[in-house]
């Protein structure tokens, strides 16, 4: 008998409910019964959809040869969307094979996995994933339910969403130094003594496709850092020969080139010019770009900010940094505000989105005395955003940066009420400190950490009914 199959009643015989919106599920010899409606939300590819489709469904006893348990968290996922306590009695491994069959792994995965989910003031250390090999992680990068790409070496590993399958392909690059996910199976990866952009596929390890910037010399371009929209991608590139550099913008899904922005050519002492862009974050209430990248020299580090306009080309806002300069910057669209670290007093610094003019300045977060202090206390440090809050890297302690809204604020210079950010520690106690953390990257309702000299990723996650 397949694993799916029904039975119409004797003829002259009806079952106990004639309710044309009641369909009855025999799985493994336990009766359920549900409605059209429900099984209808498992999606028009699903064998449970068919069977609310079905004219009969009302009068036919429907067999399913399968597990009658797993079965029943499964229709506890379709009637509420989300999976039910007794789940955790399961293998998550059981369940998605479950997901699998019924055709309602996207249902799973929403409710496992779901970037709502993602609570800050609540994460947890809660698994290590360990590498092959003696690499460490050079860059991470998740998808937004919780699927993770890792370049450690030559190599990638990725994880899929739940984190239990893993698959490694070997690249062209010595080590990777920039990873960005396209698709769930297609990754875009660069590297700064490597020529070019490599689009790859995760599931054979194949190239898809090069894609290069022509510089005036024509020497190798290496890539300095990648980015995306939802419609383009954006890819930093330096000459071999250090003395260009420029931001190509490519379609997302043709990889056709659409236009360039931030070309600079170096001549003489023109450093400004030749500091590259090694980050790129687009902001989507602004449709900017923000491209940031810094340089260290005798009279010590200086950066710039710039936020693009990709459809003129032109830049609508600048900063040069140099009191301080950014270790690492950030940019949050939800809280309307950039975020640095600074390479001498590793304190952390905002400056509000919604009132940006050539006089304003920074504000301290922190102790704003360790700015005369001469050291470097914020060398190595990461800054990221994630929905409302800010991470930031402490050696091997991570800060998060909330705003407290509070209703009657004191108005500022520049019309706008004083904003107040507060500073909590993440983690239990067994959780903090460890070596120093090099990576951050946020994926359904998780946060991935990576350390120096170690050969795994830390897997902080917020507490999910059901696992």
Not at 41 to 68: C, M, N, T, Y
Not at 214 to 220: A, C, I, L
Not at 256 to 278: C, Q, R, W, Y
Request: hydrophobic share 40%; with cysteine.
């Amino acid at each position: 008998m397949p694993p799916f199959s029904c039975s119409a009643p004797p003829n002259g015989l009806h079952p106990a409910r004639t309710d044309s919106n009641v369909v009855t599920i025999n799985v493994g010899g336990q009766i359920f019964q549900t409605t059209k409606q429900t099984l209808a939300l498992a999606g028009p590819k699903s064998i449970l959809s068919a069977v609310a489709k079905s004219q009969l469904a009302h009068l036919s006893e429907h067999f399913v040869d399968r597990d009658p348990e797993l079965f029943s968290v499964i229709l506890s996922l379709l009637r509420t969307g989300n999976l039910p306590s007794k789940a955790k009695a399961f293998d998550l491994q059981d369940v998605i094979s479950e997901s699998q069959f019924y055709g309602v792994e996207s249902l799973l995965v929403s409710s496992a996995s779901n970037p709502s989910q993602f609570d800050a003031f609540n994460l947890e250390k809660s698994l290590v994933l360990p590498l092959n090999g003696r690499d460490t992680p050079s860059a991470i990068a998740a998808t937004p339910f919780g699927s993770l790409h890792v370049a450690h070496g030559s190599k990638i590993t990725s994880f899929d969403w739940c984190l239990g399958r893993k698959k490694t392909i070997l690249t062209q690059f010595t080590a990777v130094d920039s990873l960005l996910p396209i698709s769930p199976a297609v990754a875009a990866a660069g590297a700064t003594d490597f020529s070019g952009l490599q689009i790859l596929d995760l599931e054979n390890g194949s190239v898809r496709e090069t894609l290069n910037w022509e510089n005036v010399t024509r020497s190798d371009s290496t890539v300095q850092a990648i980015g995306s929209s939802g419609e383009y991608l954006f890819a930093s590139f330096e000459s071999g020969r250090r003395n260009s550099n420029s931001i190509l913008v490519y379609d997302l899904q043709s990889l056709s080139p659409v236009t360039e922005i931030g070309h600079n050519e170096i001549f003489g002492a023109d450093l400004d010019s030749a500091i590259p862009a090694t980050k790129l974050n687009w902001i989507p209430s602004y449709n900017l770009l923000m491209a940031s990248g810094s340089h260290g020299g005798p009279s010590g580090v200086s950066g710039n900010i710039r936020f693009w306009d990709i459809r003129t080309g032109s830049v609508v806002w600048e900063l040069k940094d140099k009191v301080d300069c950014f270790s690492d910057v950030a940019v949050s669209d939800n809280l309307s505000a950039i975020f640095k670290i600074g390479v001498n007093s590793g304190e952390v610094f905002y400056m509000d989105l919604r009132n940006l003019d050539d006089e304003k300045s920074w504000v301290c977060l922190g102790d704003g005395r360790k700015l005369l202090n001469g050291k470097k206390e914020g060398v190595g440090c990461k800054i990221e955003s994630h929905g409302n809050q800010v991470f930031c890297t402490k050696k091997g302690d991570i800060e998060l940066w909330s705003e407290v809204l509070i209703s009657s604020r004191k108005k500022s210079n520049d019309g706008l009420g004083e904003r107040v950010f507060r500073k909590n520690l993440m983690g239990r106690m067994k959780d903090m400190g460890g070596a120093k953390i090099t990576n951050l990257a946020f994926g359904g309702n998780k946060m991935f950490v990576t350390r120096k000299d170690r050969q795994f990723i830390e897997v902080w996650q917020s507490s999910v009914r059901g696992f």
